[in-house]
């Protein structure tokens, strides 16, 4: 079973639209991380954010904001106000102890100027 | 700060010809490394991760070996290429830090085997 489900393969918005990238993940451990990468056409992976199992708080970093809902085993990311240079791939990644990543198979991002 | 680089960056090799890829980390030691593949279509491989010098371990089967010379230097190798070798090949490392910490990615090499 995938661990790491992204059900988004492609999306395309105009540009200054709001979007939502949906990560659901698959644990059993109470101790994991999850994470956020961008993969720009360079090819690249950029991190982007880590979160721990215990920290549920959601996150706002300028126009990116990310909620974790332990209750749907989600980690959902949000990019505010969608500008061009936000096209590119994007991964969500588990990581439970050993020090292993379960990557997404990505969510392909357009932003139409 | 810590860097990491991989090169060539990009590779053109015929079936059946040797691989040697690199990837050494800066400003860091003792680092978890990793070797990721990517073919066409995203989907992110992990092929080799490495604790330490001269310990690998392969989590996929496949005509690709790793090897740590130096504790921030990974290698990937081949002795003949197939077709199917083709793809984006990342090079990542951590902090080894208990549990698990976050994986910083270089830049990648693009490898057509014709």
């Known amino acids: 079973a995938q661990k790491v489900t992204q059900a988004q393969t492609e999306i395309s918005v105009v540009e200054k639209e709001d979007v939502t990238l949906d990560c659901v993940y698959e644990?059993?451990?109470?101790?994991?991380?999850l994470f956020w990468y961008k993969q720009p056409p360079s090819g690249e992976l950029v991190f982007l954010i880590r979160?721990?199992?215990?920290?549920?708080q959601n996150e706002i970093s300028g126009r990116y904001s990310w909620n974790f809902q332990k209750s749907t085993s989600s980690f959902n990311f949000t990019i505010t106000a969608s500008q061009v240079v936000d096209s590119a791939v994007y991964f969500c990644?588990?990581?439970?102890?050993?020090?292993?990543?379960?990557f997404g198979t990505g969510t392909s991002l357009t932003v139409i100027p | 700060s810590q860097t990491i680089h991989q090169w060539p960056a990009t590779l053109v090799q015929p079936v059946g010809s040797p691989l040697s890829l690199e990837c050494t980390v800066e400003?860091?030691?003792?680092?978890?490394l990793y070797w990721y593949r990517q073919a066409a279509g995203r989907g992110l491989q992990l092929l080799f991760y490495?604790?330490?010098?001269?310990?690998i371990s392969s989590e996929v089967p496949q005509n690709l070996s790793a090897s740590r010379p130096q504790d921030r230097q990974f290698i990937l190798s081949s002795k003949k290429l197939l077709l199917s070798d083709s793809g984006f090949y990342l090079c990542a490392w951590s902090v080894i830090a208990g549990l698990t910490d976050t994986q910083y990615f270089g830049p990648g090499t693009r490898l057509t085997v014709l």
């Open positions: 990644a588990l990581s439970e102890a050993g020090n292993q990543f379960y």
């Open positions: 490495s604790v330490g010098i001269g310990q």
């Open positions: 644990t059993r451990d109470t101790t994991y991380y």
């Open positions: 400003g860091t030691s003792n680092p978890n």
């Open positions: 979160r721990n199992s215990f920290d549920e």
